[in-house]
């Protein structure tokens, strides 16, 4: 049997990237998957028919992540579709990257917004519905513990942040048997971090791999930690980073 049968997932920022791989990813695993997406309404439901081609169950919701409301009457939606919710993989994020001086009061607030205070709404909702055993995956990053590249203050800031959220939370569900861990990728090929873009170089060139990573790389380890074999783990950092923090 699949190791997430009888699962249901809600992924955060699903739509493209990380989350769009992670959402297929564990619909193979046989999770039914609910996905949030802030804007890109046609891509979100390229991945909900991308899963039921192959065979899944998948919704969309459009909620910001910045969007209290919208967050918890996501989470809501999520359960009163798929029936229950065992897995919540809290990966929207954004970064603004660019020197310390030159960014904005504005630009950290919309980091925070989603990159932490979004979590701690999908988080506080989800537990409302989450059943004993469940699991609850952030997607940090590899500079939530070490910065090698400029340009990254405010969003490594909000990383480092989830990083702490992810060691304290374990803390308090754990008799539950909820497990709470971070996932910090490194260096991947997506729209907001592309392989070819200005950004690259450095970044390449701080891996031991000698190579950005792919978004299937991610969500293997994703899949890994949604399941049922991975019990025993938790308030972990899991860097999946070609060896940037080596
Ligand atoms: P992308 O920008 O490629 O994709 C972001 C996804 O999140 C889209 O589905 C987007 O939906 C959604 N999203 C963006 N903003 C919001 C929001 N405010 N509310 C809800 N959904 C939102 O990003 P990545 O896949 O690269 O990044 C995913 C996560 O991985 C982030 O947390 C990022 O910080 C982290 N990460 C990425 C790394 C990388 O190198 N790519 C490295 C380390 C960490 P829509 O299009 O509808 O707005």
Redesign the pocket.
Known sequence: MSKLANKVALV??????????IAKRLASDGASVA???????T??SAVVKAIEGAGGKAIAI??????AKA?AAAVAQAVASLGRLDVLV??????IPKPFEETTLEEMDRMV???LR?IFVATKEALKHMNDGGRIIM?????GERVLTPGLVA?SAT?GAVKMFTQGLSREVGARGITVNNV??????????PAAGDWATP?KAVTALNR??T?EE?AALVSFVASPEASYITGANLTV?GGTNA
């Open positions: 955060t920022g699903g739509s493209r990237g990380i989350g769009a791989a996905i949030t997406y802030a804007k890109d309404a891509s979100a459009q909620a910001d992540a910045a969007d967050v809290n990966n929207a994020g954004t970064a917004d989603i990159n979004g997607i940090g990053s590899c500079v969003y990383k910090q990728p490194g260096p991947i090929d997506t729209d907001l971090n970044q950005y990573g978004v991610v980073d």
